[in-house]
């Protein structure tokens, strides 16, 4: 999205130039998850401060006419929802435009946790094709889902990841006397994902006991239960603080295993 400043206002002879009104845009997110943060609410924040936008955020269920009327731009993220496709409907019969954004394959969500059977509803993947089909644009992080989102709308953009350098400032990096090594997932226990490097770890971690320690975050994946020298920390909501920490912490590793398909 690229939207214009408001323009002051100034006297030219004797005609006032008024500025222009902010674009508003209505987020409609399932959650305030990180992809939802990361993507939208912070980039958008920084627009709104510098009074280029206004931007408001709601649920699919809370989403009333009035948002919709209020909109000149609808972005969806993530969306999969029956409520989100009639939102979506009620933005094309007024004329607003669309953006569905999404950071993820939710076509393919690999494993049998409750997230990818939830996603892999047929129901939910009927909304997803139609959410993508009939949005004005897409826009995906990735090449390889690019062409997997473009088989459903000629209309889709690449946009580049980012990360806000900015929350480092001024952050104090602790000294470690061993290997630490990050698994920064929030599936808990029933992350499967773990059980591709299990084995590794666990060899290294008895080979030098004293020497590593394996790090994740709000619980245990089942595959981890059990292994010496595991440390669970706390879970954090605020990501902005979860990045601090993790930073903080000076970690040697991070891992972000993925299914070779």
Known sequence: LRFRRDLDGYRAGAIMIMPERRKRVLVVAPAPIVSVILLLIKPLSVLQREGAIEARYVLPRGCSKHDVEWADVVVFCRATDIFEFRILQRARSLGKPVIYDTDDNLF?????????????????????????AEADLVHVYNREFESIARKLNPNVKHMPQAFDFS???????????????????????????????????????????????????????????????????????????????????????????????
């Not at 059977?117 to 993947?125: A, E, I, K, N, S």
């Not at 698994?183 to 971690?205: C, H, K, N, W």
Request: with cysteine; charged share 20%; hydrophobic share 40%.
């Open 108 to 132: 393919d969500v690999p494993g049998d946790s409750a997230v990818a059977r939830y996603h892999r509803d047929p129901l939910r993947q009927k909304i997803l094709r139609l959410l993508h």
């Open 167 to 261: 929350l480092l400032n001024s952050v104090n990096v602790q000294k470690r006397n061993n290997i630490a090594v990050a698994f920064p997932t929030s599936r808990g226990g029933s992350d499967q994902l773990s059980l591709m490097f299990r084995d590794a770890v666990e060899a290294v971690i008895r080979e030098r006991p004293g020497n590593f320690t394996l790090h994740v975050w709000g619980g245990a994946p089942k595959p981890l239960q059990g292994l010496p020298n595991l440390v669970v920390e706390p879970f954090e909501p605020d990501y902005n603080g979860f990045i601090r920490r993790l930073y903080s912490s000076c970690f040697a590793i991070g891992l972000a295993p993925l299914v070779d398909d």
